[in-house]
């Protein structure tokens, strides 16, 4: 994962005074960087960042990007890294953090979920020791009240993109492994999109050309349901001779996805920033550069209304000159009002569009001698926003002052991820005796395991909560002779079969509709 050139997004505003520069600049005594920005339910905004690489730092603003409160969340530099990616609000208003942290290995991701004061409601970090590179990213919260976490890890010289669904309380329901085929190598996911038709992964891979075996760098999306189960996985450009790197994706007016990155021009040797189209089927539709005059990448979008989107990203100047710009396209990416921001340098990293349909934006950038963090905010002319002269009371649903302090978390361990795919009897059905003549007994798995090898990406999930399972036993011919509701905390069934005629019999453990163990039984 990496950070990326990011950009903005704007609109209008009623209670307004004059105009003037919506510029504000935080920073602490050592270098300081931005990822994520939010409004909160009081129209304020809450972002995070960190303190050079170590304390997460969390940061609470009026309207008017004025500091109400900050929070920093490690040991600092004495202690471990604590490193966010993102921060939503949640269903309760509290937070939910997507974060990275040294605090029990070398690096682990990290779901951090704290309330609507900001004090810590339960920490988990997936511990998985040995790995070689280990990276949280996004967490987007669910309709349900649970949240959907993104993990990337490597072992054996492999990415792997892991999805996570944890309940409103940080209990761990299922995991999804995103797995590479022969060809497809080194995914890597920019962000989440999760809605009620399911969850978008999107970001990019390596795939080869056709009839080669070197992989390069293309869009990738995988789109699940609800539960997890795949729906789709597109390499964009496979057969096409299309590359580039995908960083930010929205969802259209018909459930058609738009991407956005850089495209990199075999001819040219830029990069040049593409709209790139996929259905809501995952077939690809249309690819355009923006503009192919000049290098450059878009790395954040949004809405402006049905047709028009609002994008951000960098050009490159020269060799040793960028600039950060902000657009507006149509649906085809023809675009218009090409704004730089010439007062903001280095990154724009994520763009949040708010109550007031305007846009509030954070990044980093270096200033006497360090790097801090800004955030600013603009209309639909992508111009800087006026100011809010109407009052507004923040805060209200904690009953105290919150106070600006400094947490060390005490996070929960999840230790048993990789069990599954270690270890396969733990999700496998186990019945002996085996021939038997009177009873036999059965063990259920300990996980459910559903394999989707459909399409150019493979997917597996494991199920680590349910709350029943069928339990279904057929003869050859097709005939089912047994079916019984099967409780999650039941271990093992003790069945008489004294009755059944002899032969072979297909035990069947079904889950959501789908068969997740199997095993074959003979009576004498």
Request: proline letters at 4%.
């Amino acid at each position: 994962m990496k950070r990326i050139h990011l950009l903005a997004f704007i609109l209008i505003l009623p209670f307004s005074l004059k105009c003037q520069t919506w510029l504000r600049i935080f920073q602490s005594t050592l270098n300081s960087h931005s990822d994520y920005v939010i409004e909160n339910y009081d129209k304020g905004y809450v972002l995070v960042g960190d303190i050079n690489y170590k304390y997460l730092w969390m940061i609470k603003t009026d309207i008017n990007g004025n500091m109400l409160w900050n929070k920093k969340f490690g040991k600092g530099s004495i202690g471990y890294d604590f490193i966010p990616v993102n921060i939503e609000q949640t269903n309760d208003h509290g937070y939910i953090i997507g974060a990275n942290t040294s605090k029990y290995s070398t690096n682990d991701a990290c779901i951090l979920k704290l309330n609507s004061c900001g004090e810590v409601q339960w920490c988990n970090v997936i511990y998985t020791p040995g790995f070689a590179y280990d990276y949280g990213g996004q967490v987007k919260p669910t309709s349900d009240g649970g949240y959907i976490f993104y993990r990337l890890d490597q072992k054996y010289n492999t990415n792997r993109s892991n999805l996570y669904k944890f309940n409103s309380v940080g209990q761990l329901l299922w995991h999804q492994q995103i797995a590479s085929d022969s060809l497809e190598f080194g995914e890597d996911v920019s962000n989440l999109i999760v809605d009620s038709t399911g969850i978008l992964l999107n970001g990019n891979c390596y795939y080869p050309d056709p009839g080669q075996t070197i992989g390069v760098e293309r869009f990738y999306l995988v789109k699940t349901d609800t539960s997890g189960q795949k729906l789709w996985g597109t390499v964009y450009g496979d057969s096409s001779y299309y590359y580039g790197e995908n960083y930010t994706s929205l969802v259209g007016l018909h459930d058609d996805y738009y991407a956005f990155g850089d495209h990199f021009d075999t001819a040219s040797s830029h990069f040049f920033p593409p709209l790139i189209k996929v259905l809501k089927n995952g077939i690809p539709s249309y690819n355009h550069d923006i503009f192919n005059n000049s290098s450059g990448g878009i790395s954040t979008a949004a809405w402006l209304n049905d047709t028009i989107i609002i994008l951000g990203g960098i050009l490159l100047l020269n060799s040793n000159t960028s600039q950060v710009i902000m657009l507006k396209a149509d649906t085809l990416g023809n675009f218009s009002s090409v704004v730089p921001f010439l007062q903001i340098s280095n990154y724009l990293m994520n763009t949040y569009k708010t109550f007031d349909k305007k846009f509030v934006s954070t990044g980093f950038m270096w200033q006497t001698n360090k790097n801090v963090i800004y955030l600013i905010k603009v209309n639909s002319d992508l111009q800087y926003d006026t100011l809010y002269t109407h009052p507004f009371t923040y805060d209200s649903l904690c009953s105290h002052p919150i106070v600006s302090d400094t947490i060390d978390p005490d996070c929960g361990l999840i230790v048993n991820v990789e069990e599954p795919f270690s270890k396969p009897e733990t999700h496998q059905l186990k019945v002996f005796p085996n021939p038997t003549t009177t009873q036999i007994s059965i063990v259920f798995p300990q996980y459910l395991m559903v394999e989707n090898n459909s399409g150019v990406i493979k997917t597996t999930t494991v199920y680590h909560q349910w709350k029943s399972t069928f339990l279904e036993v057929y003869n050859l011919n097709g005939e089912r002779l047994f079916q019984k509701e099967i409780p999650k905390d039941q271990t093992r069934l003790e069945l008489d079969v004294s009755s059944w005629p002899k032969g072979m019999y297909l035990l069947r453990l079904i889950y959501n509709k789908q068969t997740v163990a199997g095993e074959k039984v003979i009576i004498k």
